[in-house]
């Protein structure tokens, strides 16, 4: 059980467009959701929480207007880059779970802007 | 947010050799976990403390969460070339969930 699915893999982009990231928990309800960066050999950076029907959290000095979080029904959270960059570049992870439980990992986006 | 102090940054090991890294926090969690995360991948549990002075196996690997609440540590026993990887600790209280900066671990065979 405890299944989290995220789609794309890996996308390759145009520098001004935007890029949507999926998250889903394919088994189980997912009342929080997070967004993670990772930079190269670096620990994960949380982005935002996320919870079902409710604006996104952001940490500081994440744009919240660049980064965009919807959190529409438990098993689906997107995570939109907008008027991508080459410095948005990375690593993107989400994990799911619900509220003080474990949770688990999406297999991660790797996003490249050119 | 606010990091772990996880230690060693990086360990090179022979096969069969054991392995010991650990977690400081100023910090009490009422969890701790300890995760692994391969090239390309998002990390994976491989155990969930929940008590204070816990000490759980799985396999080959144990974990114990610190009886102050504030550290944990995880040993691999007998190290075998797909052992590879990052490993993450990382403390929860409910919905807050703080990580280390990781353990590069490798494995000579």
New interface residues.
């Given amino acids: 059980g405890a299944v989290?699915s995220?789609h794309p893999s890996r996308v390759i982009c145009k520098s001004g467009t935007s890029v949507k990231i999926e998250c889903r928990s394919l088994d189980f309800q997912a009342t929080?959701m997070?967004w993670y960066r990772q930079f190269p050999?670096?620990?994960?950076?949380?982005m935002a929480?996320s919870n079902e029907g409710s604006k996104a959290t952001y940490?500081q000095g994440v744009e919240k207007d660049k980064f965009l979080i919807n959190h529409a029904s438990l098993t689906l959270s997107t995570l939109t880059v907008t008027s991508a960059h080459p410095e948005d570049s990375s690593?993107y992870?989400c994990?799911a779970g619900r509220?003080?439980g474990?949770?688990?990992?999406?297999?991660?986006t790797?996003l490249t802007v050119v | 947010?606010q990091?772990l102090n996880q230690s060693p940054q990086s360990m090179f090991i022979q096969e069969g050799e054991d392995v010991s890294m650990n977690c400081t926090s100023s910090s009490i969690f009422n969890?701790w976990?300890w995760?692994k995360q391969d090239p390309?991948?998002?990390?994976?549990?491989l155990i969930?403390l929940y008590k204070a002075g816990e000490l759980t196996s799985n396999g080959r690997l144990t974990a114990q969460f610190g009886i102050t609440r504030k550290d944990s540590f995880l040993n691999i026993s007998a190290s075998i070339p797909s052992d590879v990887g990052i490993y993450?600790c990382a403390g929860q209280n409910?919905?807050d969930?703080r990580?280390?900066?990781?353990t590069?671990l490798t494995v000579k065979p």
């Fill in positions: 989290v995220q929080t997070f050999k670096k620990s994960l950076m949380l929480t940490e690593f992870i994990s509220t003080g474990s949770y688990t990992f999406g297999s991660g790797r | 947010g990091q969890t976990l995760y390309g991948e998002g990390p994976v549990l969930a993450f409910n919905n969930m990580f280390g900066a990781g590069r």
